[in-house]
C-alpha cells in the first residue's frame, strides 16, 4: 500500500493540470496516495480526486492573509479525512499552519517543511509596506515552525545554511523538479543585436528600483542595446516610467508563457536579475538551459547557481553603478558575452531533476520518517 501524503502551500493551480505540472503530480502519485492543498488560478475549478484548491477572493490584497488565516483548519480537516502519513509544506509559515493544524485533528502525521528560499522576505521585500510591521511576528513564527517540524528539507547550499542557522540539519538536500522540456532544445547562438532580459515580479525583493536606475546609467553607454522586462508587481510604476524615458532601448510585457520565455532568452544576449533576496530562482535555470549568462547580483541561492566569470557576472546588491558596468561590460562585448555563454549550458546540470528522481527522493525521505 503506497503512503499517503499531503501537499500543502500556497501554489495556485489551473485545474485541468498543464502538461509540466501533470508530469510531477503522475510521478509523485506512482508513489503516494495523494492529496494536495493550493491555491486556484481565477476561473480553475476548485477540487478534483487529488486537488482541494481556494478560490480567489476580492479584494485581491486580502487574498493572502486570509488564505493563511483559514490553512490550519483545512490542513485539519485533511488530516482528519484523509489521514496521511506526512504533510509537505511548502514555506515555513504553512509549516507553522500545519503544526496548528496538526494539534487541532489529533493527528500524528509528520510535517516535512520544504525550505526554497529565505522565509524573512515575505514581509519585508514584497508587497505593501504595511506588511513589515508583521516581520517580527512571522520571523519568530517561522523560526519555531523550522525547529518544530519533524524534517526539514533544502534545494541548496544557500537554504541549507539559513536552516543550520537555527540549528536545524537538513534531513535531505535536493533540487525540485522543475519543467524544463521547453527550455532543453538545442541551443541557439547570441542574437546580432545585444540585449537583457528581465523576467521575475516587480517587487522590492527583485530590486526593480535599482534595475531601472542602473539601465539609465548603461543605456547611453550601448545604444544599440535593449532591455526586455517581463512582470507585474506592486512597482509597476516604475517600469512604466523607465519605458517612458527610454523607449527605443526598453520593452515591457506583463507575462510569456513557458514557451514564450524560452523565445524571449534566445532573443537576448544575457538574463539579468538584480534580486536583493533570492531563495534559488527558477529563471537562473531556465536562461543557463538557454545558454544565457546571467548578470545577478551575488545574493542568496544565486551564488550556488552562478560563478563569477564562468557563465556570468556577480555584482553586490543595491548597488545600480556596479549592475550598470556588468551590463555594458557583457553587451558591448560580444566576445566576454560568448565566453560566457559558453559556460552557461554544461554548469545547470546539477539542478536537473526529473518528476520520477524527485518523487523517489520525497518518498524516501517519507519513508525514513515512518
Given at each position: 500500500?503506497k503512503p499517503?501524503?499531503?501537499?500543502?502551500?500556497?501554489?495556485?493551480?489551473?485545474l485541468?493540470?498543464?502538461?509540466?505540472?501533470?508530469?510531477?503530480?503522475?510521478?509523485?502519485?506512482?508513489?503516494?496516495?495523494?492529496r494536495?492543498?493550493?491555491?486556484?488560478?481565477?476561473g480553475?475549478?476548485?477540487?478534483?480526486?487529488?486537488?482541494?484548491?481556494?478560490?480567489?477572493?476580492?479584494?485581491?490584497?486580502?487574498?493572502?492573509a486570509?488564505?493563511?488565516?483559514?490553512?490550519?483548519?483545512?490542513?485539519?480537516?485533511?488530516?482528519?479525512?484523509?489521514?496521511?502519513?506526512?504533510?509537505?509544506?511548502?514555506?515555513?509559515?504553512?509549516?507553522?499552519?500545519?503544526?496548528?493544524?496538526r494539534?487541532?485533528?489529533?493527528?500524528?502525521?509528520?510535517?516535512?517543511?520544504?525550505?526554497?528560499?529565505?522565509w524573512?522576505?515575505?514581509?519585508?521585500?514584497?508587497?505593501?509596506?504595511?506588511?513589515?510591521?508583521?516581520?517580527?511576528?512571522?520571523?519568530?513564527?517561522?523560526?519555531?515552525?523550522?525547529?518544530?517540524?519533524?524534517?526539514?528539507?533544502?534545494i541548496?547550499?544557500?537554504?541549507?545554511?539559513?536552516?543550520r542557522?537555527?540549528?536545524?540539519?537538513?534531513?535531505?538536500?535536493?533540487p525540485?523538479?522543475?519543467?524544463?522540456?521547453?527550455?532543453?532544445?538545442?541551443?541557439?547562438?547570441?542574437?546580432?543585436?545585444?540585449?537583457?532580459?528581465?523576467?521575475?515580479?516587480?517587487?522590492?525583493y527583485?530590486?526593480?528600483?535599482?534595475?531601472a536606475?542602473?539601465?539609465?546609467?548603461?543605456?547611453?553607454?550601448?545604444?544599440?542595446a535593449?532591455?526586455?522586462?517581463?512582470?507585474?508587481?506592486?512597482?509597476?510604476?516604475?517600469?512604466?516610467r523607465?519605458?517612458?524615458?527610454l523607449p527605443?532601448?526598453?520593452?515591457?510585457?506583463l507575462?510569456?508563457?513557458?514557451?514564450?520565455?524560452?523565445?524571449?532568452?534566445?532573443?537576448?544576449?544575457?538574463?539579468?536579475?538584480?534580486?536583493?533576496?533570492?531563495?534559488?530562482?527558477?529563471?537562473?535555470?531556465?536562461?543557463?538551459?538557454?545558454?544565457?549568462?546571467?548578470?545577478?547580483?551575488?545574493?542568496?541561492?544565486?551564488?550556488?547557481?552562478?560563478?563569477?566569470?564562468?557563465?556570468?557576472?556577480?555584482?553586490?546588491?543595491?548597488?545600480?553603478?556596479?549592475?550598470?558596468?556588468?551590463?555594458?561590460?557583457?553587451?558591448?562585448?560580444r566576445?566576454?558575452?560568448?565566453?560566457?555563454?559558453a559556460?552557461?549550458?554544461?554548469?545547470?546540470?546539477?539542478?536537473?531533476?526529473?518528476?520520477?528522481?524527485?518523487?523517489?527522493r520525497?518518498?524516501?525521505?517519507?519513508?525514513?520518517?515512518?
Amino acid at each position: 500500500m503506497k503512503p499517503r501524503l499531503l501537499l500543502a502551500g500556497r501554489n495556485r493551480y489551473s485545474l485541468p493540470l498543464a502538461e509540466s505540472l501533470r508530469r510531477k503530480f503522475d510521478a509523485l502519485e506512482q508513489v503516494f496516495d495523494l492529496r494536495v492543498i493550493g491555491s486556484a488560478q481565477p476561473g480553475s475549478p476548485t477540487a478534483n480526486g487529488v486537488f482541494r484548491l481556494v478560490a480567489p477572493v476580492r479584494p485581491r490584497r486580502l487574498d493572502g492573509a486570509l488564505f493563511f488565516v483559514a490553512l490550519p483548519f483545512r490542513l485539519a480537516r485533511q488530516l482528519r479525512e484523509f489521514h496521511p502519513q506526512a504533510v509537505v509544506v511548502q514555506g515555513a509559515h504553512e509549516a507553522a499552519a500545519a503544526l496548528v493544524g496538526r494539534t487541532l485533528a489529533r493527528v500524528p502525521a509528520k510535517i516535512v517543511l520544504d525550505v526554497h528560499g529565505d522565509w524573512r522576505t515575505a514581509t519585508r521585500l514584497y508587497g505593501s509596506p504595511a506588511r513589515r510591521l508583521l516581520s517580527p511576528l512571522a520571523d519568530r513564527v517561522a523560526a519555531s515552525a523550522v525547529r518544530r517540524a519533524d524534517a526539514v528539507r533544502t534545494i541548496s547550499d544557500y537554504t541549507t545554511t539559513l536552516v543550520r542557522r537555527l540549528g536545524v540539519e537538513p534531513a535531505a538536500v535536493f533540487p525540485a523538479f522543475m519543467d524544463l522540456e521547453p527550455f532543453l532544445s538545442p541551443v541557439e547562438p547570441l542574437p546580432e543585436r545585444p540585449a537583457a532580459l528581465f523576467v521575475g515580479v516587480l517587487e522590492h525583493y527583485k530590486d526593480i528600483d535599482g534595475l531601472a536606475a542602473a539601465w539609465r546609467l548603461a543605456a547611453p553607454r550601448v545604444p544599440e542595446a535593449k532591455l526586455q522586462i517581463v512582470g507585474k508587481g506592486t512597482r509597476r510604476h516604475v517600469v512604466e516610467r523607465l519605458v517612458d524615458d527610454l523607449p527605443e532601448q526598453t520593452a515591457w510585457v506583463l507575462e510569456l508563457a513557458t514557451a514564450e520565455v524560452a523565445a524571449a532568452l534566445d532573443a537576448v544576449s544575457l538574463l539579468v536579475l538584480p534580486s536583493r533576496s533570492e531563495g534559488m530562482g527558477r529563471v537562473l535555470v531556465e536562461a543557463l538551459c538557454r545558454g544565457r549568462p546571467v548578470v545577478a547580483s551575488g545574493v542568496g541561492g544565486i551564488v550556488d547557481v552562478i560563478t563569477d566569470g564562468a557563465n556570468g557576472l556577480l555584482v553586490p546588491p543595491r548597488d545600480p553603478n556596479a549592475l550598470a558596468d556588468a551590463l555594458v561590460r557583457v553587451l558591448s562585448d560580444r566576445g566576454l558575452a560568448e565566453r560566457l555563454a559558453a559556460g552557461a549550458r554544461p554548469s545547470v546540470e546539477p539542478w536537473l531533476a526529473t518528476p520520477e528522481q524527485y518523487a523517489e527522493r520525497l518518498a524516501a525521505l517519507v519513508a525514513r520518517l515512518n
